[in-house]
């Protein structure tokens, strides 16, 4: 905040020899990239309910810690409009939740955690268009151009 | 269409508009008390998944280390990425570098389960994650808000 960009990386610490948010970002694509193969071994053994149900226990010890940390920092968000940043903060879990179900009922349904996990991953081009539509944000060259890629993959997967 | 390629897109399209929801709670509130409460959200979601859907059981136990470590994955993914902005990482380079997780997935899936793509989702897959990361680098005019 009121730091740009640049600066901001100029400061960033370091461990070793890469930058913290390089680190951070290496260990977020393990986690995630890993989540698609485990989603699909759990896939191959129950439904989309259970293993949302099972997903959710998995998610549990996280948040504990984070209610402990929000706890502790309770005293500094009390911004205007708490009320319905927690709704729309409810309304993306619930959101997030239903599409994790249909994640796996994707990968249930015969679809290979190397095709799946790809599509899924074109989540951005809806946040993209909502953008564009209802809150006439403008677009970069890249961002159409990804936008026109992420239309031909889904043809090139669907035939 | 295929049935799965249905469900994928479903998936897409409701975690598509989680980004803008998500958009409007950390305008208005941390980022760590949002998915806090996006956490407490999945809580009710799997209360009435109870209720409503009644699952079968009866599972076996690779199945159900692998479902509740993709919890725990998922999850403590998103904590890292948090992490990663907060380190100094500009968002248009963190959020791009981290949308190259599904070619990770591609890697493992056909390493240990032995999957085989054809050449056209071979196609689909990798024009999917440059998609992908293309859509996440923020345009120039919103780098400056």
Redesign the interface.
Known sequence: MGTSPESRVNQTSRTGRLPKWLLWSLVTIVLWGTWGLVSKVASAGMDAYVNQLLYTAGLAPLLVFVAWTVHRQSGEDKRDGRAMGIFWAFFTGILGGVGNIFFFQAMVAGGKASVVAPVTALFPMITVLLALIFLHERLGRVQWLGLGLAFVAIYLLSV | ?????G????????????????K???????S???????????????GA??VV?R???G??T???A????????????A???F???E?????SI?IS??????????????L??G?R?TW??T???V?????????????????QA
């Open positions: 269409m295929h049935l799965w390629l469900f994928a897109i479903t998936a897409l399209v409701l975690w598509g508009i989680t980004g803008v929801t998500q409007l709670s950390t305008n208005r509130i941390s760590e008390r949002s998915f806090l409460w996006f956490c407490w959200a999945m809580v009710a979601l799997s998944v109870l859907a699952p079968h059981w599972l076996g690779l199945a159900v692998c479902s509740v470590a993709g919890g725990a994955l998922n999850g403590l993914g904590w890292t990425s992490r990663a902005l380190s100094g990482g500009k968002a963190v570098l981290i949308s190259l997780y599904p070619l990770l997935t591609v890697l493992l899936a056909v240990l389960l999957e793509l056209t989702q196609a689909g897959a024009t999917a994650i440059a998609a992908a990361i293309l859509l996440s680098m923020e345009a120039p005019h919103s780098s």
